[in-house]
């Protein structure tokens, strides 16, 4: 999985999130996390479209080769390609592990499988 550098900025209520490696592919949000949510949603489509007009995607320059300007803050991206093909990973989980993710799951209203991707996609998103 490939990680981009993005930007953020912006204030409380209003973030923007740019790639420097890729202009005009931009996001936005009311909290950072949501501006970041959006990002990887705008990295993936990109990825999408780019692939099905036959074009190669660059790939993520170095974080040490980047300038920050004053007032952004560097993040990093990942692009999660979602094929919509399922696999079958069987795993064993602690049993208290395994609890909290049926309570969490049913408390959101997801199925387990939808969690579990939900949370994988969320904590690539904060670069876990």
Do not use: C
């Not at 919509?84 to 069987?90: P, S, W």
């Not at 602690?94 to 959101?108: K, P, Q, T, W």
């Amino acid at each position: 999985m490939d990680r981009y550098p993005a930007l953020i900025d912006g204030e409380k209520g209003a973030y923007g999130v740019t790639f420097p490696d890729l202009p005009g592919i931009v996001a936005m949000g009311n909290t950072v996390d949501e501006a970041l949510v959006n990002a990887e949603e705008a990295l993936r489509d990109y990825a999408i479209e780019a692939e099905k007009d036959g074009e190669k995607i660059s790939l993520p320059s170095a974080f040490e080769q980047l300038e920050v300007p004053r007032g952004n803050t560097l993040v990093s991206v990942p692009l999660i390609r979602v094929t919509g093909r399922n696999v079958r990973a069987h795993m064993t989980l602690d049993e208290g592990v395994a609890a909290f993710i049926d309570g969490e799951s049913r408390r959101r209203g997801m199925t387990r499988k939808a969690y579990v991707e939900w949370i994988v996609k969320r904590i690539a998103q904060v670069g876990g």
